[in-house]
């Protein structure tokens, strides 16, 4: 089956998710057509609207039903055998296009419409003011259960065209973002959607390794706890959380307590063990070779104000390589690292810039044990819309921060 994947606004973050949760490696049948379209041809038998509740990378996933020549009247006729017709009501339809071609998707949707009505249907087309309807648009308007969103894919000089199966769950990422208990805007806020991400980069392919969610994660620098309960809704099973702050300790158990409440999860079914410990003094506490993943994002350094990047860069790779060799103590062979280092940016970079040059100042710590891994099957690093450090990491932010993230993948 062929698949399209619509992406985040790093789609370069999208991709490494992506080829980690399916496995990707050079032989895999997938393509980057443009910035916002993945296409992924795979036998894997994944349910799209449980996938998608993992996939923080990921906007929309959807089926292609075929290729086509940009033929109107066959695209007319291939998009009204994708609209669910069996709903007891009146249907829905909408459209999205999908690359710099221009298709008169006003006519399309008209002739659709006229089409339906013909056969006796109550018949509502859901239109917006931009060529692509929003996950928001998608699910207020039901388009999913009671008809579909109708998507028109520009490959070459060819369509795709395909229909949506699952839309990102916006509204639980906001209330798990924002109607949690405890936060600390000053320390900096892990988003939900990056922690699934890392999470996701860490871990063996989802569709294919067996006894999933026994592994155990630690994070080291928990925080308020962002990634130990999204890995908890992910269906991780052991995790560990520690951090040097007692407030940070007490922060996260109240959100890990309010997760547990708010989505009801089995306390019998999960190990959870939160600890006030610094990240140089792992070993002391947790045994050699016993941790499958450290997915963390540490202290950055100050989030507002003037930054003293001549004094906390040298004060940030001392922490970071003395707790990168605690890591290496506590990791299995096959473990894994999925860390966040601080990106301070002295003057503008541009979003998906490869933080090269005078612009910006990043940390070097001592990784001495570990690799750092490319998280980009060959082929597809080959495609100029991705963008890797010279470091083979990702860089993640917003136009207005000042310090951006940047994550990088250690491996033994």
């Not at 890995?231 to 890990?256: C, Q, R």
């Not at 506590?330 to 090269?356: C, D, E, Q, Y």
């Given at each position: 089956m ?8 790093n789609?370069?973050?999208s991709?490494?998710e992506?080829?980690?949760?399916f ?9 980057l057509?443009n ?5 992924l041809?795979t ?9 998608i509740?993992?996939l923080g990378?990921v906007?929309k996933?959807g089926?292609i039903s075929?290729?086509?020549n ?7 006729t291939?998009?009204?055998k ?9 249907i829905?339809?909408g459209?999205s296009?999908?690359?710099?071609k221009?298709?008169n998707?006003?006519?399309i949707?008209?002739?659709?419409k006229?089409h339906?009505?013909?056969k006796?249907?109550s ?5 917006s ?9 998608i699910e ?12 028109l894919i520009q490959k070459?000089?060819?369509?795709l ?5 699952a839309v990102?769950p916006f ?7 924002y109607?949690?208990?405890?936060r600390d805007d000053?320390?900096?806020m892990?988003p939900?959607?990056l ?18 969610g026994?592994e ?14 999204e890995?908890m809704?992910?269906?991780y099973k052991n995790l560990i959380?520690?951090d040097?702050?007692?407030k940070?300790?007490e922060?996260?158990k109240?959100?890990?307590d309010?997760?547990?409440n708010k989505f ?7 190990s959870?063990?939160?600890r006030n410990?610094?990240a140089?003094?792992l070993s002391?506490?947790?045994k050699?070779?016993?941790i499958d993943?450290i ?8 989030q507002?104000?003037?930054i ?11 922490l ?5 060799s605690e890591f290496?103590?506590i ?5 894994r690292?999925?860390m966040?280092?601080?990106v301070?940016?002295i003057?503008h ?5 490869s ?6 100042e ?5 990784i001495?044990?570990f690799k ?7 082929e597809?690093a080959?495609?100029k819309?991705?963008k890797?450090?010279d470091r083979?990491t ?5 136009e207005?921060?000042?310090?951006w ?8």
């Amino acid at each position: 089956m062929q698949y399209f994947f619509i992406l985040g606004n790093n789609p370069t973050l999208s991709i490494a998710e992506i080829s980690a949760v399916f496995g990707l490696d050079e032989n895999s049948k997938a393509e980057l057509l443009n910035p916002e379209v993945f296409i992924l041809e795979t036998e894997n038998n994944f349910k799209p609207h449980e996938l998608i509740k993992r996939l923080g990378g990921v906007i929309k996933i959807g089926i292609i039903s075929e290729e086509m020549n940009f033929d109107q009247k066959k695209i007319i006729t291939g998009a009204e055998k994708l609209v669910d017709m069996s709903y007891q009501g009146k249907i829905k339809f909408g459209i999205s296009g999908y690359g710099e071609k221009k298709l008169n998707l006003k006519i399309i949707g008209m002739e659709i419409k006229k089409h339906l009505r013909e056969k006796g249907l109550s018949v509502r087309w859901v239109v917006s003011k931009e060529k692509i309807l929003s996950s928001v648009v998608i699910e207020q308007n039901k388009l999913i259960a009671q008809g579909a969103e109708i998507v028109l894919i520009q490959k070459d000089n060819h369509i795709l065209l395909g229909k949506t199966l699952a839309v990102q769950p916006f509204k639980e990422l906001s209330f798990r973002d924002y109607g949690r208990p405890a936060r600390d805007d000053l320390s900096g806020m892990l988003p939900p959607k990056l922690a699934q991400i890392m999470i996701n980069l860490a871990a063996p392919p989802l569709l294919t390794r067996r006894g999933a969610g026994g592994e155990v994660i630690l994070d080291p620098f928990c925080g308020s706890g962002t990634i130990l309960t999204e890995a908890m809704l992910m269906g991780y099973k052991n995790l560990i959380g520690s951090d040097i702050s007692p407030k940070a300790v007490e922060d996260t158990k109240k959100n890990v307590d309010w997760i547990k409440n708010k989505f009801v999860i089995d306390n019998r079914q999960s190990s959870i063990d939160i600890r006030n410990l610094s990240a140089t003094e792992l070993s002391g506490s947790l045994k050699p070779n016993s941790i499958d993943a450290i997915i963390t994002e540490p202290y950055l350094g100050p989030q507002r104000g003037k930054i003293d990047i001549k004094k906390i860069v040298p004060e940030l790779e001392r922490l970071y390589s003395t707790a990168i060799s605690e890591f290496k103590k506590i990791l299995k062979p096959n473990g894994r690292v999925v860390m966040i280092w601080p990106v301070f940016r002295i003057t503008h970079l541009s979003h998906g810039a490869s933080a090269k040059g005078d612009n910006v100042e990043r940390v070097m710590p001592d990784i001495n044990g570990f690799k750092i891994i490319n998280p980009i099957p060959a082929e597809l690093a080959k495609n100029k819309i991705i963008k890797l450090t010279d470091r083979n990491t990702i860089i993640y932010g917003r136009e207005q921060q000042k310090v951006w993230r940047e994550i990088v993948i250690l491996g033994k």
